[in-house]
């Protein structure tokens, strides 16, 4: 593939910026609309459920035209449509449904940023390609975060401007260093295989979710048909039973907070602390991954994460005017603890997984994790809404250990 330049690389920021911005924005649109926690994981639910054959969708399209910069300005045209929608359409229905239609518009730079991730660089080392790829993409969605925690009067409104601004910002980014590259024969044939599965930007455009490369997307795919498929299928479902429990808790801990007296900037502020957590970790990593048993990682970083939802729901139980504070310093933790594990599960799962040859099943894998993101979402709206966030986020934790036994019953085989 042709040299693309490195300047593409910096549309990501203001793409995860506002990704994350709408993530926060969404609940709190819902609740200043008189709407409730079960209509939020609606919203996330119909979110995560486009996003699956709107990922196939994109992925055939761009190997049909073999074009990458449209695809990009799909997503930052079309999202200055969302934002209008949101501006102007004030109900709760609007909103559930202006959500999904930012997932279909979300994934369409999604094969195009797999396609200049694959030409940047041959044969990274795997768990410094993910740090620095995470490391940019939250320092966008740090920005997304900031921007809500320092806007005071009509936030929501307030709020939409600036998400405007910087999708203003990554139009004018992709209009200068995104370009169409020459591509031969037998990469794009690679490539028309990746981009039928698992769209890497969908790591960034909504909750976090497992930073994957193109090398690992084929790795996965191929351990479907080894020997060694149970021991890599108990991984991926590990994995899977994160990312539920990871959405069950998610999609009510915004409500949540609003509910016991949080304001809208500080639940802002509060998921911007927690992408400092995961900033830390990766900085961490990028001098320090040598040497670290990642299957001890692994099980610290999924126990921990449970500690951090228990300590989360204190307030719960025992009445205390340190919400805000007490949940500022947990979700930094969970930071602390989510890039741990992503970092951890991501190279785990490439290292033992046979690269023979190229994937033809990795829809499965997709499925998987869409499913996953499904049923954490609308399980979160249902428990939350007719037993309580302490059942929600029980739950949460219980799954989380979940995965963690699951995790241990692999680990065996896997080491060897």
């Given at each position: 593939m042709g040299n693309l330049g490195r300047g593409w690389i910096s549309v990501i920021i203001p793409l995860s910026a506002i990704g994350s911005g709408f993530s926060v924005l969404i609940p709190i649109y819902i609740l200043s609309l008189n709407g409730n926690v079960f209509d939020i994981s609606i919203a996330t639910t119909f979110y995560a459920f486009v996003g699956i054959p709107a990922s196939l969708l994109w992925g055939e399209l761009i190997n049909k035209t073999e074009k990458i910069k449209r695809f990009v300005l799909v997503t930052s045209i079309g999202t200055f449509a969302i934002l209008l929608l949101l501006y102007v359409y004030k109900t709760v229905l609007s909103t559930e449904i202006i959500y999904g239609i930012f997932a279909l518009v979300a994934t369409a730079a999604s094969p195009a940023i797999d396609i200049l991730l694959m030409g940047r660089k041959r044969n990274p080392s795997l768990p410094r390609f993910l740090s620095i790829f995470s490391l940019l993409s939250i320092s966008g969605t740090l920005i997304g975060y900031l921007g809500g925690a320092f806007l005071d009067g009509d936030l929501i409104k307030m709020y939409i401007i600036f998400l405007a601004g910087l999708n203003a910002i990554a139009l004018l980014l992709t209009f200068i260093f995104v370009k169409d590259p020459y591509i031969k024969t037998k990469e794009m044939k690679a490539i028309k295989e990746v981009n039928k599965s698992f769209p890497l930007l969908n790591s960034i455009s909504r909750l976090p979710s497992l930073l994957t490369g193109y090398r690992l997307i084929r790795a996965i795919s191929a351990s479907f048909r080894s020997k060694r498929s149970r021991d890599i299928s108990l991984l991926i479902t590990s994995i899977s039973l994160f990312n539920l429990?990871?959405?069950l808790f998610n999609t009510?801990?915004?409500?949540?907070?609003?509910?016991?007296?949080?304001?809208?900037?500080?639940?802002?502020?509060?998921?911007?602390?927690?992408?400092?957590?995961?900033?830390?970790?990766?900085g961490v990593f990028l001098v320090a991954i040598s040497g670290i048993d990642l299957f001890v990682?692994?099980?610290?970083?999924?126990?921990?994460?449970?500690?951090?939802y228990v300590v989360a729901i204190v307030p719960i139980?025992?009445?205390?005017?340190?919400?805000l504070q007490i949940n500022i310093v947990v979700y930094?933790?969970?930071?602390?603890?989510?890039?741990?594990?992503?970092v951890a599960s991501s190279v785990i799962l490439y290292n033992r997984i046979p690269r023979?040859?190229?994937?033809?099943?990795?829809?499965?894998?997709?499925?998987i994790m869409g499913t996953s993101a499904?049923?954490?979402?609308?399980?979160?709206?249902f428990i939350s809404s007719s037993l309580g966030y302490s059942f929600t986020f029980m739950a949460a934790i219980a799954i989380n250990l979940a995965s963690l036994a699951v995790f241990s019953i692999a680990a065996s085989e896997l080491k060897t």
């Open positions: 429990g990871m959405y009510s801990y915004v409500p949540y907070l609003s509910k016991y007296g949080v304001s809208f900037g500080s639940i802002f502020l509060i998921n911007a602390v927690n992408s400092v957590g995961q900033m830390l970790i990766y990682l692994y099980r610290f970083s999924t126990f921990f994460r449970s500690v951090s139980f025992v009445f205390t005017s340190d919400l930094m933790l969970a930071g602390f603890a989510y890039a741990m594990w992503n023979s040859s190229a994937g033809h099943t990795i829809g499965i894998w997709l499925a499904v049923a954490g979402s609308l399980l979160s709206g």
